[in-house]
Structures are given as C-alpha cells and as structure tokens.
C-alpha cells in the first residue's frame, strides 16, 4: 500500500541524523512567541518579524551543513483509490499473458496458415486502421471529458478519480501515520506544536477567501523525528517534523514551507498525479500487449517493459511532477505574502539548501532524475514570483518590510564564508595584507 500511496508529493525533505546550522532571529514583529524549551538542542525564539537573514558570523568553521540531502523519493506521489491498487498490477499481469500468448500462436501457426493470415490482413487493412483510430478517439474522448479546471491556477488538468475516494483514503493514510507515530507525537503543550499551530492558523486565516482553504479543517501534528520533512494529507491533516523545524533559518521559511504544503492540498494534487499515472498506466497496456507479443524471448520482453516504463517515468511522470511542485511554490508563495510573510525569505531557503550541498561535494544529477526542480532552479523560479507576491502583500496591507533583503544578507554571507575559507586554506595571506579590512555583517 505504501508504495501506492507514496510520500514524493508531500515530502519536502528526508533526512536522517540530520545537523543543521540553525539561525533564529530576535527582533520585534506583530505575532511572536518565545519558549525556554529546547528545539533540538538549543533554546530558540521564533518570531514572525520583518526580515530573515543568516547569523551575522557564517564560516566554514562553525557551520553545520546537513550531513546528507535529498529530494523526495521517486515513488508515485499521489495516494489513489483501493480498487487500483489491486487493478493495476492485474491489468499488467493481464496485458504479458496476452502477450505471450499472441506469440505462442503465431510461432504454433503452421507457415501457409501464417502467409494467409498476413494477406487477410493486407485485405482489410483500412478496416484494421479504422478499428485502431476508433481506440484513440475513445482515449482523447475520455481524456476531454475528465478535463477539469484548477482552484486558484486555473490550469486545466486531467482528474479521473472522484474526490470522495481521495477523502477516504485520506482518512486511512492519516490511520497509518498516527499509529506509526503514536509514541513521536509532541503534546501540544510543546514550544515546537504551538509553533506550527500559529502559523498554520496565520496562513489559513488570512487566506479564508479562499474556499478550498477555508473548506478543510487543519489538524496539527509535530513529530519528533529528525528527518527534514513536512506534509499536508488531502483532508488537511498537517505533520511538520521537528528537523525541519531546526532547518529553517527563520520563521518566514517555515511559514513559506508549510504554505507550499498546504497548496499541494488545495490544488488537489494527489488526485491529478493519480488521475495522471491511471491514464498513462492504462494506456501502456497496449504497447505492454505488443512489446510481449513481437519479442521472441521472455528475457527480451522483461528488458523492453523495463525501458518502457522508463521512457513513461522520465517523460511524463516526473515532468508533471515537477510542475506540481512548481506550481504549489507559486501558491504558496501567494498563501504567504497574504499572511504578511516576508516572501523573499523563499528562495534564501533553497540557496542554503544548494550551499549545502555544494560543501558536501555532493555531485549534481540533472534536474530530469527528480521529480523536485533543482535548488537552483527554485530559488530562480521564486526569485522571479517574489515581486507579484510583494504586489499581493502590499495590497493586503500588511507591514512594510523593514530592514535589507535577506536574499542580499545571504550573498553578502555567503562572500564571507568564501573568504573565510580562502584564508583558512592560506593562513599567511593575513600577515602579508593585515591592512585589509575583515567582512562583519550585523545581525539586524
């Protein structure tokens, strides 16, 4: 079951024994909430101010970087109804026996029986052709009328599955994820759950007009794990682990973070990534029927289902997967600008994810492996959303952002950090150039 329902979409991070370099700003901002208890192993403020930025002191020295990062797992991101689950793999299974049973047949027809079944076929080739083109106007039939427009976007998109079977087995999955951390689950006395509770109240108060927002009810819950992880279930059910809360850098992050889930939610992608792989699945049973028949051996069969599902994977899948996540980071974004987030604190979040990759010298592998954009890629894509999302916090009359950008504080940081390496790897270069003045960025 659990590689149906898959976590891809909803994961935003997975790590294990993660260390992080955590930066918490104090200063003042209209919603606060301070907390002598420990987050991880440090005492922590978090506050909802007006500009997130890196410690004033970044060096290569005292920075902890993630010790291993990785995007969500390839697996199908959406949960899909019971009944596929059992279908699929007999529609498979169906399509290789009929297959090879096609190509026991020709191989046991005898050589004349074989030359008057292709003349009969060259005879009645326009009706075969008709028959052929009427199986493809049934599937562009089916995928138009199955074609609905998304809330907000407006994109349209293919949905299959009615929404009350996502809403049952939303209800099951959250059954499973409670019982598996049952004894995990932070009490809401904690620090960390009243943390996550008040943001995501914020952003769902402030974006109520909305009415797929407004429509779920939000349930909260904080595990303590260490993997950099957050989701939002179909139904609204919120889990936000406590390594992500000792990843983020501030309180903005966070709040973009968990908006990003929350839009996956709201634009009901589990359903349309679901909906997607049914239709794919469906329709590759046909070449899944011809790649058994024609191959001569089983082994050359299993070889060519295996790149067959893999020009399915790298072509569509994972494509569409990342316009998903694209398209959750564009709402997103827009959730947070309403709730009076600074918004530019977006793309710094996955700037640091890609500086810490680049310490680990961990190798880069093209953005089409993954079902996630590239860090880089993101922070772009953000940079490029965050001037409509200031447009959509101005014009909700939030606070003016006070303070320099954070994105400007991070280049400036991440110079330092340069610098401070390139005189670790030369200590004399100090001595001969004592006159050369040492960056230091103030924390405010």
């Known amino acids: ?115 008057l079944f292709k003349e009969s076929a060259r005879k009645n080739k326009w009706k075969i052709l008709l028959g052929v083109s009427s199986l493809g106007v049934l599937f562009i039939m089916f995928y138009f009328t199955h074609l609905e427009e998304t809330p907000i976007t407006g994109r349209a998109r293919l949905l299959v599955f009615g929404k009350e079977h996502f809403r049952e087995l939303s209800q099951i999955e959250y059954d499973m994820w409670m019982e598996e951390f049952k004894s995990k689950m932070l009490p809401e006395t904690d620090a960390r759950y009243q943390v996550v509770e008040r943001v995501v109240g914020h952003l769902s108060e402030s974006n109520k007009d909305i009415p797929q927002v407004s429509a779920l009810k939000w349930v909260i819950h904080v595990v303590d794990e260490p993997g950099v992880n957050a989701f939002v279930l179909p139904n609204g059910q919120v889990f936000v682990f406590t390594g992500l809360l000792n990843a983020v850098s501030d309180i903005h992050q966070l709040a973009f973070i968990l908006g990003h889930e929350i839009a996956h939610a709201v634009l009901e992608h589990a359903a349309e990534k679901a909906s ?37 994977e790298f072509m569509f899948d994972r494509p569409y997967s990342r316009t998903l996540e694209a398209e959750a980071d564009k709402v997103g974004l827009q959730f947070a600008a309403k709730a009076c987030v600074d918004v530019r604190a977006s793309s710094v979040f996955w700037q640091q994810m890609e500086l810490a990759e680049t310490i680990q010298g961990q190798p880069k592998l093209p953005e089409w492996l993954s079902t996630h954009p590239s860090h880089e890629n993101r922070a772009e894509h953000l940079d490029r959303l965050i001037p409509e999302a200031l447009k959509i916090r101005e014009s909700c009359k939030c606070p003016s952002l006070s303070g320099p950008d954070p994105r400007l504080i991070f280049k400036l940081n991440m110079q330092h950090l340069l610098e401070s390496s390139k005189d670790q790897e030369n200590p004399n270069s100090a001595k001969q150039d004592l006159s050369k003045p040492k960056l230091d960025f103030p924390h405010t």
């Open 1 to 115: 079951y659990r590689n149906f329902i898959g976590k891809g979409q909803r994961c935003l991070l997975n790590i294990s024994n993660t260390k992080v370099y955590k930066n918490v700003l104090h200063s003042s901002g209209r919603f606060c909430f301070q907390s002598s208890q420990p987050l991880g192993q440090k005492t922590i403020s978090l506050w909802i101010n007006s500009v997130g930025q890196l410690p004033h002191r970044f060096s290569a020295r005292n920075a902890q970087i993630i010790t291993s990062f990785h995007t969500s797992p390839s697996l199908q991101a959406a949960p899909v109804p019971l009944f596929w689950i059992i279908v699929k793999p007999a529609q498979k299974l169906f399509a290789i026996i009929l297959g090879r049973s096609i190509r026991n047949w020709w191989k046991a027809l005898p050589p004349n029986k074989r030359e």
């Open 276 to 312: 997607l792989v049914h239709f794919l699945d469906f329709l590759s049973l046909i070449f899944l029927t011809m790649i058994w028949a024609i191959c001569p051996r089983d082994s050359l069969a299993a070889v060519g289902q295996w790149i067959q599902s893999k020009l399915q």
